[in-house]
């Protein structure tokens, strides 16, 4: 039976002093193989991000069925306060791991990171730079590709199609992306085109890269603010990382981003020397105190969507693609192999 009145019962929850979450899923399930230094590397992406996040940063780990070491890791870490919030599941893959961290929270911003990502300082500093500068911005990444042009990015294109702000600018740091294509395993991944240019956009002193990869990327919290999809049925892949957190961003009206330098790298599954030196020459950003203004919502409609496709179903045909890069700054060689 109950006996009395539950002294928590119709309170408001208090406001808490956290405003930005990074949400990690984490699947190591054995330490052999593919999966020899994935323990290590885990290690690094999270020294990294705990080095160089503010105080009012949430850590949030789920624990894809992982081993033994790796539960007893993330336990320890969970004990001694160095994140906030640890959750144990069955494998059941990396997206439904993302959206259990989302749920029941309630934050300004959200970042969704793979467990091979190696966090460099300012990453979040730039990142609150590009939402603040631009007010459809939705989704920023710290690591900049000039290969996710066309991803999602139809209205921020079509919304500056005529615009001088538009256009293509020198790569700033073209030895991060030619890190990032070594780490995925295929050196060839950018040609001397993408080493080159990307496109950017700029509103008053700052520029952004248009498009943005998502194995690490922040967003919006209320574009996981209303009811969406609640369950993928793959583990990785079968366009469930698109469904659930590129789509969002377009159909809310929003623009997907990215910082102009690279503030991150991704580090695959094996462990090298340069990982352990760059974490340990990482300033602490711990007791940094970093606000953010407030950002405004961003309205849309069915046939703003709709207009969007459409046009850049057509833009994005070889012709018309050509004379669009031509237009805003690439040369005949570099628009036909782009």
Do not use: P, Q
């Given at each position: 039976m109950r006996i009395g009145y539950n002294p928590h019962k119709d309170k408001i929850q208090p406001i808490s002093d956290f405003f930005h979450q990074v949400i990690i899923p984490i699947y190591i399930p054995n330490l052999e193989g593919y999966f020899e230094d994935s323990f290590e590397i885990l290690k690094y992406t999270l020294e990294s991000l705990f080095r160089t996040s503010h105080k009012k940063t949430y850590f949030t780990l789920i624990?894809?069925?992982?081993?033994?070491?790796?539960v007893e890791y993330l336990n320890d870490l969970l004990e001694n306060g160095l994140v906030h919030e640890v959750m144990h599941t069955s494998s059941i893959g990396?997206?439904?791991s993302v959206l259990k961290g989302i749920t029941g929270h309630n934050f300004k911003m959200v970042t969704i990171s793979d467990a091979d990502v190696l966090f460099l300082n300012d990453w979040q500093e730039e990142t609150y730079k590009v939402f603040n500068s631009f007010s459809k911005c939705g989704a920023v990444s710290p690591v900049p590709s000039p290969k996710v042009l066309k991803q999602y990015t139809s209205n921020a294109i079509v919304d500056n199609l005529f615009s001088r702000k538009l256009k293509f600018s020198k790569v700033l740091n073209p030895n991060a992306l030619q890190h990032f294509a070594k780490s995925i395993g295929n050196p060839n991944f950018y040609n001397e085109y993408h080493l080159?240019?990307?496109?950017t956009i700029q509103e008053n002193n700052q520029?952004?890269?248009?498009g943005a990869g998502?194995?690490?990327?922040?967003?919006?919290?209320?574009?996981?603010?209303?009811?969406?999809?609640?369950?993928s049925k793959y583990s990785l892949g079968g366009g469930s990382e698109n469904k659930i957190l590129d789509e969002p961003v377009l159909l809310k009206g929003y623009w997907r981003l990215s910082t102009l330098d690279n503030y991150a790298y991704h580090m695959g599954n094996k462990d090298e020397e340069w990982m352990s030196k760059l974490v340990n020459n990482l300033s602490?950003?711990?007791?940094?105190?970093?606000?953010?203004?407030?950002?405004?919502?961003?309205?849309?409609s069915?046939?703003?969507?709709?207009?969007?496709?459409?046009?850049?179903?057509?833009?994005?045909?070889?012709?018309?693609?050509?004379?669009?890069?031509?237009?805003?700054?690439?040369?005949?060689?570099?628009?036909?192999?782009?």
């Open positions: 624990n894809n069925g992982s081993c033994k070491n790796v990396k997206l439904n080159e240019s990307y496109l520029r952004a890269v248009i998502h194995f690490v990327a922040t967003y919006r919290g209320d574009i996981f603010s209303e009811e969406g999809v609640r369950y602490n950003h711990t007791n940094k105190i970093v606000e953010m203004k407030e950002l405004n919502k961003v309205k849309t069915k046939l703003a969507l709709w207009f969007y496709e459409v046009f850049f179903k057509i833009l994005k045909k070889k012709i018309f693609w050509f004379f669009f890069l031509r237009y805003k700054g690439l040369s005949d060689v570099a628009s036909k192999n782009y």
